[in-house]
């Protein structure tokens, strides 16, 4: 073979045959339900996704919150008896874009609340390298809020977000499949809750308190990694695991880890089990309570923002009922997941109680969280 | 002259690339393709729970999902 | 130290001549070498050999019920083996599978009259250097490899039944 065939040979045969695939065409309908700390949040959402020729992905989302009742936080500090908000709507779309071993994509998501409008949009490349074994992805997403305040029609604050992400998923072994991720968000604008107050020592009365508006920084930036890892047993089952470390420039560091086990039964049943633990440490500028008014530049006592730990214990089952293969593929499940949360926090404290300001118990809850789902493959 | 060169680095570079051999073979990817080993098997319930999470959470990013706003402040 | 280097240089030739033959060209009308011989247990239960079918032409297709194209592919294989089988051809569908029942589950739901070889220990897909999933290989009446295609856009199923035509007209 001449050596000009052979350069002609090495060009025309890079990446040895391996195309990526489109994601699978869907229709998932959910119902989800929360209960915990007060408040019940349920909803449906629904998710939608179909191929378009060979080499395009749509995909459509919807989704609801009704809240029920109000947070600790609010309810204790008295700002506002409606809590966060009644009801959330969010819808979505997006598309994907399969050209050989890449993959285009971009998606947009509206979210409306009664004093709150949230607009993104989402863009992100992958990549297939190594005959398929190595997967590199990189995402961009940018955000624009307004803030509005529920009975002050002149309340009209803004947030502008952005957000970088880079991943790598790896093929080690035919049981083995590793990803790593990170992100990267910048926040700009109006970052507090307009409703919620800190409080202080009541300066005429020590054994009172008094409150006050939150004030936060206007900026906020963050970066958080995460490492994932899927084994497959040597019976049908997997593990997984998962490690995320998060860190900002609020002084927030936490540690998220989970562990996961998927145990098929007979052909039909899928069970998952997952343990997840997540502790964060608080915000410089947070406080459970200040020594006077106007204590410092930024004034915190979002318990969002404290030291506390959770843990959280899930279990859920699968079961296909219907699993057509051959010209029009169908196949159907349908899905119950169970999580249970229990959030203990270190300088949090239940203001539910008559006691000396500093003195009240730390607060602690858990949290249901219920998913009905079915999903359907067309 | 120089395009040519330029030709010849660049495809010696994707030929280096595809040499790397895949040592798992397309047909030993049976066990990585059952829905079992996906880290995502059902995303409407996976941006679900981020959501709950970053509702409560401090943390945000890096969990899977690409997220949208909402007015969880 | 000098007899070593040769004898393993000199072996290591050999075999990549050995592997030469299987990897016979990646289009239409490559250079013809000899496709390597296997024998496979059929679903039915019987033995399969690739010689054993010397004098028809054969189309070998490694797929498995994960690949998407592969699921896709198989009726249009069937539709090939139907209108081809008189004229001298025969399909061979090698699955790759460990877990036999998934493959059961599909063939029930997609029927095929050809034979399905089983091939979980990967040997001959390691043999005929399977690079992408699904791989056709087509081998003439003489038993020599004279078509490789990896992976399946809808489509390609025309480029199989051009080969195809051409090589029955061949004489064994």
Known sequence: ?378 | MKAAAAIVAASLLLAGCSGIEPWVKPYERDRLADPIMSFDRNPVSGSYIDHVHEAREGARGASGSSGGGCGCN | MRKTMSTLLRSVAMSALLAAPVVAGNATGGAAAPAAEFSLKSRAGEAVSLSGLRGQVVLINFWATWCGPCRKEMPLLEQIQKKYAPLGFTMLGVNVEEDTRLMDTFLKDVPVSFPILLDPANGVSKLYNVSAMPSTVIVDRKGNVRFIHQGYKPGDESKYQDMIRQLIRERA
Do not use: C
């Open chain 1, 1 to 378: 073979m001449g050596s000009r065939l052979k350069a002609l040979l090495l060009v025309a045969v890079p990446a040895a045959a391996w195309s990526g695939v489109l994601p699978e065409e869907r229709l998932d309908t959910l119902y989800h339900y929360y209960d915990g700390g007060g408040i019940q949040i349920d909803g449906p959402s629904v998710l939608v996704r179909k191929s378009v020729g060979e080499k395009v992905s749509l995909s459509g989302s919807y989704y609801v919150d009704t809240i029920s009742s109000a947070s600790i936080d609010v309810v204790t500090t008295g700002a506002s008896p409606n809590g966060y908000s009644e009801e959330r709507t969010q819808y979505g779309a997006g598309i994907d874009y399969l050209r050989g071993d890449t993959t285009l994509s971009m998606g947009w998501s509206t979210s409306e609340e009664n004093d709150y409008e949230a607009e993104t949009l989402n863009f992100a490349i992958s990549q297939d390298v190594f005959g398929g074994l190595t997967t590199i992805s990189m995402g961009y997403g940018s955000g624009s809020d307004q803030v509005g305040k529920i009975n002050a029609p002149e309340f009209a604050e803004e947030v502008d977000r952005n957000a970088y992400r880079l991943g790598i998923t790896q093929v080690v072994t035919r049981n083995l499949i590793l990803g790593l991720s990170y992100e990267a968000v910048a926040d700009e604008g109006f970052l507090n809750n307009p409703y919620r107050q800190v409080r202080y020592v009541d300066p005429g009365d020590p054994a009172n308190w008094l409150t006050q508006s939150e004030v936060y920084p206007e900026t906020r930036a963050s970066n958080a990694v995460a490492l994932r890892a899927k084994y497959h047993l040597p019976y049908r089952a997997a593990v997984s695991g998962e490690y995320r470390y998060f860190t900002d420039d609020w002084g927030i560091d936490a540690h998220t880890i989970e562990a996961g086990y998927v145990h098929p039964f007979r052909t039909r049943w899928l069970f998952d089990f997952r343990y997840r633990y997540y502790t964060q440490t608080a915000a410089d500028f947070y406080s459970d309570l200040f020594p006077y008014a106007n204590a410092q530049n930024y004034l915190a006592r979002d318990k969002e923002l404290s030291t506390f730990q959770s843990h959280g214990p899930r279990v859920g089952v699968t079961y296909t009922f219907l699993d057509r293969q051959g010209e029009r593929p169908l196949k159907s499940t349908v899905n119950l997941f169970a999580d249970y949360y229990m959030f203990s926090y270190d300088d949090f404290r239940d203001l539910r109680t008559d006691a000396d300001p500093g003195t009240e118990p730390l607060y602690e809850f858990n949290a249901s969280v219920f998913q009905l789902f079915v999903s359907l493959w067309f």
